[in-house]
């Protein structure tokens, strides 16, 4: 009973300091969660292992969502979501830390040209030395998808509330316009050579982005965000084979996400020193 009125009391004094804040003030913590879907520019992808030494070229991928259920597992923890926290370091700036999964699986049927060697005793229809040579993938015989794609963010928001309804602002929308660093961790699944590897997980690289949305804030205590997000992943290091040294996938690629979130704010510090002191 002791420990539920302690943390009763913590919470109602953090509520209670909203009424001297601003959301936008030095103090402020955002929680949200959400979803997004991803749009990915044709790539250069090089594969290496035993045996072989290629490069497919403009290769095409999508994102790959879920279809919407009402299971508890899937709405919470979805295959591409993004969870964040953020905290006003200043006035306007918000510094957050967030995870966003996302999935990238080359299309089927894809019209590529291929460049490199395949040992011709391997069981490859591909097999030999060539240059530009073009091909048609098919899903059973090659594949590759990174299941799950992590992206551990760092980002800086400069956020701008721009207008607001009633005395009490039950509604205001803020800007927000912000950049970003990324490291990228992969699950890939890989089929080439009548061989199929499932979930090889490594630290695959980096990225950049820049984004830009809007938030639509409720009594200052809850908010909905939407944004826009443009950037690019290089991956120098995608383990396709679980046991297989010097064997993985590079490539470099642009993407643009759309991401749809939901949110509560939290002020842990009153926007005057001494809002609460007495008058004398």
């Not at 403009?58 to 299971?71: G, L, M």
């Not at 992206?151 to 803020?174: E, K, V």
């Not at 046991?243 to 690629?253: I, R, S």
Request: aromatic share 16%; with cysteine; hydrophobic share 35%.
């Amino acid at each position: 009973m002791k420990q539920f009125l302690i943390i009763g009391l913590f919470f109602s004094s953090l509520f209670s300091f909203s009424q001297k804040m601003e959301s936008d003030d030095k103090g402020t913590i955002s929680l949200s969660w959400g979803y997004n879907r991803s749009f990915f520019t044709k790539s250069n992808i090089h594969f290496k292992g035993a045996g072989y030494d290629f490069t497919l070229f403009k290769v095409e991928a999508y994102d790959h969502p879920e279809p919407f259920t009402t299971s508890y597992r899937q709405v919470i923890f979805p295959e591409q979501f993004n969870i964040q926290v953020g905290y006003f370091i200043k006035h306007n700036w918000e510094l957050s830390l967030s995870l966003a999964r996302m999935r990238y699986i080359i299309a089927d049927e894809n019209r590529v040209h291929l460049s490199g060697t395949i040992d011709p005793q391997m069981n490859s229809t591909w097999k030999g030395e060539h240059t530009g040579l073009p091909v048609t993938t098919h899903r059973d015989s090659f594949h590759y998808e990174n299941n799950v794609l992590n992206s551990a963010r760092l980002s800086l928001t400069r956020i701008d509330n721009r207008l607001y309804f009633g005395r009490r602002r039950w509604l205001m929308i803020s800007s927000m316009l912000g950049i970003t660093i990324e490291g990228l961790i992969s699950n890939n699944t890989f089929t080439f050579a009548q061989k199929k590897s499932l979930n090889t997980s490594s630290f695959s690289g980096y990225g950049f982005s820049i984004n830009a949305g809007l938030r639509f804030e409720f009594f200052q205590r809850f908010f909905i965000s939407t944004c826009a997000r443009g950037g690019l992943h290089h991956q120098f290091n995608v383990k396709t084979r679980p046991f297989e040294l010097n064997t993985g996938a590079k490539q470099f690629y642009g993407y643009f996400s759309f991401e749809n979130k939901l949110g509560i704010l939290l002020y842990l510090r009153p926007k005057k020193k001494c809002d609460s002191c007495p008058t004398w």
